[in-house]
């Protein structure tokens, strides 16, 4: 498999704290990595850079031959939103608008129609089993609905790959496990990409890689499948 995101050198420090140090990290297309450690490990910081939410103070994060670190802002806004998915703890979805105009809303920031757009979020909130609360908003979703609504939104523009930031830290074991299974079943079936960052070692053993991180740096790289 080809690298899709290849992380070079990444250096981040907050005043005088040191948060990443030298850091490389590569992701393969098409296969599930998890980043586990201790909390003030750097992997949440990490994260954001891969994505393009925060910038590193040196090296390099490069989505095959795109070198985003050296995009302007409006360009890396355009590359976000195009290649890059987003799943967060807290799903973060926008309490006013319904679960099928939350999964929309990067496709119509992307400049495709309405029509286009919702047509989309309602294939993917059907293929997650929410066809009958595509109409609901945020409040009348349970929790694991909630984050089923922000893996489709994720999904919505077909990015190169999708980052996740403790997709199932807020969730009960139940809705850990539908999660969880969601996110394999989309690797497996779909040949999307995620790059995740959990502290939950049931979610990393569905990886193909655990990536380990302490103090800022990378100190284990482990294949698992």
Do not use: W
């Not at 998890?34 to 909390?39: K, M």
């Not at 070198?67 to 802002?73: F, K, T």
């Not at 309602?122 to 979703?141: T, Y």
């Not at 909630?146 to 074991?173: F, H, Y």
């Amino acid at each position: 498999m080809e690298d899709i995101l290849v992380l070079n050198n990444i250096c981040k420090r907050f005043g005088n704290l040191e948060v990443l140090r030298d850091v490389s990290l590569s992701v393969r297309r098409g296969e599930i990595v998890a980043i586990v450690g201790p909390s003030g490990a750097g992997k949440t910081t990490l994260l954001q850079i891969a994505g393009s939410l925060d910038r590193a103070d040196s090296g390099s994060v490069v989505y095959d031959s795109v070198d985003i670190m050296r995009l302007n802002d409006t360009k890396l806004a355009k590359f976000r939103n195009a290649n890059i998915g987003f799943i967060f703890q807290f799903h973060e979805l926008l309490p006013e608008f319904t679960a099928r105009e939350n999964v929309a809303m990067p496709a119509l920031i992307a400049g495709r129609s309405r029509k286009e757009a919702l047509r989309d979020a309602d294939s993917l909130l059907e293929m997650l089993g929410l066809a009958e609360r595509v109409g609901h908003k945020p409040s009348e979703l349970s929790g694991g609905e909630k984050q089923r609504v922000a893996i489709a939104r994720a999904l919505v523009n077909n990015p190169e790959i999708v980052l996740a930031d403790e997709p199932t830290g807020s969730l009960d074991s139940r809705n850990r496990d539908e999660i969880q299974a969601i996110i394999a079943d989309l690797c497996a079936r779909r040949g999307h990409t995620f790059l995740i960052v959990t502290h939950d070692p049931t979610l990393a053993s569905i990886a193909h890689r655990v990536v380990e991180m302490q103090d800022g740096k990378v100190v284990g790289d482990y294949s698992r499948k």
